[in-house]
Nanobody, 125 residues
């Protein structure tokens, strides 16, 4: 599975951005997709995920009500709509996919994580 992320940038507090993540390769094997972020000096944290089978989303508490994750099955793409951005949302955002097929195309019990390149989101106050 390969992931291509896009959509980061510099915005002011209160503004919006939309991130996109397109999957390719063994897309049939993906069970969940999502976004993580890592701010300078912090550990990478989960932002939002979405189940591929039924679209069930999950969010970290700090983004609930502001961010929306969605998917386009035909394009194998996941979006993260980020509204009412705050300076504390500033981070490098990473797209993630969990798949039951490993890089060698063999079944992996419990799944394996794939990561896209990070995209920087900067929110100025």
């Amino acid at each position: 599975v390969q992931l291509q992320a896009s959509g980061g940038g510099l915005v002011q507090a209160g503004e919006s951005l939309r991130l996109s993540c397109a999957a390719s390769g063994s897309v049939f094997s993906i069970t969940t997709m999502g976004w993580y972020r890592q701010a300078p000096g912090n550990q990478r944290e989960l932002v939002a995920t979405i189940r591929v089978d039924d679209g069930t989303p999950t969010y970290t508490d700090s983004v609930k009500g502001r961010f929306t994750i969605s998917r386009d099955d035909a394009k194998h793409t996941v979006y993260l709509e980020m509204n009412s951005l705050k300076p504390e949302d500033t981070a490098v955002y990473y797209c993630n996919a969990n798949s039951f097929v490993g890089p060698d195309r063999k079944y992996v019990p419990g799944g394996v994580d794939y990561w896209g390149q990070g995209t920087l989101v900067t929110v100025s106050s």
